[in-house]
């Protein structure tokens, strides 16, 4: 079965870095675009960024509360996405989840995983 396991969550300050991952198994990663959502205490699950399949050239696209600061990547070959995560803010805090859509350009996410925290002091 599919399998989404995230890595890489942890404490950090304000202004700092980290980079999570997403490893998959159990599907062919390359037929499936990728995202990153996350969900802070008390609020709902929102988007933060995307990453296209390989039909769509991997474009990529973000929230607007996280561009220029989180880049998103997939290497294809090791069944993994990363988000690079710079210059954090408390407000980035929240647990971070990857998904993956149905292959070929699918709408929807279908594929979960279990989430990594992420929480930014001040």
């Known amino acids: 079965q599919v399998q989404l396991v995230e890595s890489g969550g942890g404490l950090v300050q304000a202004g700092g870095s980290l980079r999570l991952s997403c490893a998959a198994s159990?599907?062919?990663?390359?037929?499936?675009?990728l995202g990153w959502f996350r969900q802070a205490p008390g609020k709902e699950r929102e988007f933060v960024s995307d990453i296209g399949w390989s039909g769509s050239g991997g474009r990529t696209s973000y929230a607007g509360s996280v561009k220029g600061r989180f880049t998103i990547s997939r290497d294809n070959a090791k069944n993994t996405m990363y988000l690079q995560m710079n210059s954090l803010k408390p407000e980035d805090t929240a647990v971070y989840y990857c998904?993956?859509?149905?292959?070929?350009?699918?709408?929807?996410?279908?594929?979960w995983g279990q989430g990594t925290q992420v929480t930014v002091s001040s």
């Open positions: 998904a993956a859509t149905s292959p070929f350009g699918g709408a929807h996410y279908d594929y």
């Open positions: 159990g599907l062919t990663f390359s037929r499936h675009t």
